[in-house]
Nanobody, 123 residues
Framework: QVQLVESGGGLVQTGGSLRLSCAWS????????MAWFRQTPGREREFVAG????????YHTDSVQGRFTISRDNAKKTLYLQMDNLKGKDTAVYYC????????????????WGQGTQVTVFS
């Protein structure tokens, strides 16, 4: 059974950094494509970044390009999101997600989700 647990969220000042982690419980982490999404109240979940299984190609949404970096450590069965130069608009609950296929932007295509971790950026 697959279980995802996020950590690393918190309060950070504008311009600061955080690193989110997503720990995987279960088998075959390396055979899953992983992604980060975020959601604010009243809005749909938004794709932030994804990393393909096998080739580790990465994708970042335009609003975080150059500031956020997704990575994975298959030996540790952990997904990361390094977030630098944080802005107020990055405030959200961040979720990690997994699917067997390649990176896709729609959250409906990810069957496995963590519980989320809150990131709050203040000025």
């Amino acid at each position: 059974q697959v279980q995802l647990v996020e950590s690393g969220g918190g309060l950070v000042q504008t311009g600061g950094s955080l690193r989110l982690s997503c720990a995987w419980s279960g088998r075959d982490f390396s055979t899953y494509t992983m992604a980060w999404f975020r959601q604010t109240p009243g809005r749909e979940r938004e794709f932030v970044a994804g990393i393909n299984k096998l080739d580790d190609n990465t994708y970042h949404t335009d609003s975080v390009q150059g500031r956020f970096t997704i990575s994975r450590d298959n030996a540790k069965k952990t997904l990361y999101l390094q977030m630098d130069n944080l802005k107020g608009k990055d405030t959200a609950v961040y979720y990690c997600a997994a699917r067997k296929g390649l990176v896709i932007l729609g959250d409906d295509y990810y069957p496995y989700w963590g519980q989320g971790t809150q990131v709050t950026v203040f000025s």
